[in-house]
């Protein structure tokens, strides 16, 4: 494991056009970034991505679901690839470097291994994953799940955004938009997945540290719950005699506040999205629907309260009907010590600060480490802050954490 | 008080057609209407009373916020017209007779006046008032609020739809659409103005009655609760850190479900829309905003529960900034008792069953009561069912209901 000359032909400057170009694919104010997966800023993103490849000559392959790949050749072209990379969608309010980073990592550790003359055995490809994000078409990170073969593109055939739009219309449209990528099937041999990633919380921050070395991933569980009562006058129906959905919901939901409650504040629990209809000032609601994204590090304790939540919101319904449904689980994971040794070695090979640390956030390698040999690489985000326009990273941590994955490849890929 | 011909030439049928065929503009699944104020669908509703208006040779008027009037001419053209209706928009999720009835009802009259060979002294209008719903924009009964002077248009030149479409451009558009209807300024002399209406309660159709003389109606205040956090990452952020606009929201309707309990029952008290921003399921929320609806028989109720509101919410909104403001004000009123009594007489001439009554739902004529004399007539509703598909009422009331008002009109209008 000793240092290539990878690393020194990590641009920065280059590093950080990119995500300055990217940016402009979905810009809303503040410095913020809304490109909803699938949606004609993401076919933009998408599109200048494999441009950038094809400069290089990588190639761009496709599947089913979207994932895109580039794939800079090795020496033996029947290897197993080795595989890194993240997702170009974001939040509706996110920032420039959430998933993208991850992305323009791996294209410019690929351009430096070129810059630097370095031959590999294996193939190495970034990746971009479809709808990591979730929020507009849920459930999230569909592209690694598709590849892993975890779900099928079948299961979301039903998917529909808040607008009614189709998710299988926004796919096919995504993939007659970049007709020069190859279909491939999903779940083809990876000697290793390595994804890099801003940190969207605030410890490498806090104690200036530069690199982590992710050793694991705490679990998730998402749960759809929804209200049903019955439409009536505001002004003529006696609150006795109503089935207000909204009512109902603001019950469940400090029932569930009571079920979460975690006195050492480990446990995450959030309710991000309501949905309410006819949602007018002067008719009681006849629907309220609600998400729950749930996490923990222990899945004893993401089974534990994941099971009650059924029940409780149940006893706080009262006369409207009560549906719980779990959208996504995602069981809590510990990456490749192998690989997140090699992680640490690098950066500190590099004179990087490094720590070993868990990911609060879920990630495309979250499923993938159940797939083949995974870890990921954080840097600092200001403040901790992300999903978020006012989320920020330097140019020097950027770049320091594609030097690192740039001898991570190295190493993988022989 | 003689009862007139006017009432056997109400036409059952031709009164149930219209109501049919004004149900095909914005018709919704389950028999209801969607007509959003100022929409495609409530121009064509509009176009389709002027139509049936110039049938009968009824001149049509507007005004600076949309107002329709047409108007059957009296023996004395200087006098004070007599004026009745309602108004043709619904809710999203609203039924065929609120408000539609009122106008129908009022064209039936006239032309019931015009079949018997009555004349009158002074001239008859009939009016459909916009916005009287403010579901689509609010606050509601915009018309008859800028009728009387009360609020002017510019207090609503900012005013967009939840799409963030502009008051002010869909009035022009609904104007633009009937340019045979001459403008006319506000709050002209008007000698009496009496609407009917549905009960969009249980009182009536329970008890089997047929005619509500509406001597009442309660009190409405609206407000509108802001909530202001962070948004942030649902997944790193621990929930002691975060300033969550949904957990705040939640909290604040808790609150007033304690300030608005009510053991009597009869203080109406509704939460019917929430909007949320990002609303995602895996970022805290950094906007919540839910509307509330309060109404009471007496004003000090209205006053003392009213003016806490703020308090309550403020103490409920933790790391939150919170801004409550009143969207409407609607004083209980009292109607002008002979009107009531006339209602009353000419039921029990007609032998129908008839019930001095209050309205717990608002209408137009709580705002007329404060400009001229004015009073309404009910027929009952099914179940008491309204602002819901399901809403009902037979053709049997529904002419029952035109009888009463043609000889009331007649009555006034001498």
């Given amino acids: 494991m000793a240092t290539s000359r990878a690393s020194a032909f990590v641009d920065k400057d280059r590093l950080w056009r990119r995500h300055a170009a990217m940016a402009a694919f979905g810009a809303i104010p503040g410095n913020g970034v809304n490109r909803a997966a699938l949606s004609a800023e993401d076919i933009e993103a998408r599109r200048t991505f494999v441009a950038w490849g094809a400069e290089r000559g990588y190639a761009a392959f496709t599947d089913a679901i979207g994932n895109l ?196 504040d480990v446990l995450r629990f959030t309710v991000g999205r309501v949905d309410v209809e006819p949602n007018v000032p002067n008719s009681v609601a006849s629907r309220a629907a609600f998400t729950i994204d749930l996490r923990h590090p222990e899945a004893t304790v993401l089974a534990a309260r994941g099971e009650r939540i059924a029940e409780v919101c149940r006893a706080a319904a009262g006369a409207c009907a009560v549906a719980v449904s779990e959208t996504l689980s995602m069981p809590p994971c510990r990456f490749d010590a192998g690989i997140v040794d090699r992680v640490e070695h690098h950066a500190q090979a590099l004179g990087l600060p490094v720590r070993r640390m868990p990911s609060g956030a879920f990630h495309d390698a979250g499923y993938m480490a159940g797939f083949c040999p995974t870890a990921m690489i954080f840097i600092p985000c200001e403040r901790g802050i992300s999903h978020n326009e006012a989320e920020n990273a330097t140019p020097d941590d950027l770049a320091a954490g594609a030097r690192v994955l740039a001898e991570v490849l190295v190493d993988l890929a022989g």
């Avoid at 080795?82 to 920032?95: A, M, N």
């Avoid at 000697?191 to 050793?215: K, N, S």
């Avoid at 400090?254 to 409650?261: E, W």
Wanted: with cysteine; charged share 20%; hydrophobic share 40%.
């Fill in 69 to 264: 790949f580039l794939r800079r050749p090795g020496r033996d072209p029947a290897a197993a690839p080795v595989l890194t990379g993240s997702h170009l969608d974001s939040q509706p309010r996110g920032g420039r470097f959430d998933g993208t980073y991850g992305v323009l990592a791996g294209l410019e550790a690929l351009e430096a291994l070129d810059d630097a003359g370095i031959a590999t055995e294996r193939p190495i490809e970034v990746v971009s994953w479809t709808n990591e994000e979730g929020s507009r078409f849920q459930p999230g990170t569909m592209g690694s799940v598709a590849f892993i073969g975890l779900r099928s593109p079948a299961d979301f055939a039903d998917v529909r955004d808040a607008a009614g739009v189709p998710f299988t219309a926004e796919l096919a449209r995504a993939l007659a938009a970049l007709p020069q990528a190859t279909p491939r099937p999903f779940g083809w041999p990876v000697h290793a997945f390595v994804e890099a990633h801003i940190e969207q919380g605030p410890v490498l921050y806090d104690r200036g540290e530069t690199i982590g070395a992710v050793d694991s991933i705490q679990g998730a569980r998402w749960f759809q719950v929804e209200l049903r009562g019955e439409t009536s006058h505001a002004g003529t129906t006696p609150l006795a005699a109503r089935r207000d959905a909204v009512q109902a919901a603001v019950r469940c939901i400090a029932g569930l506040n009571d079920l979460m409650h975690d006195p050492a």
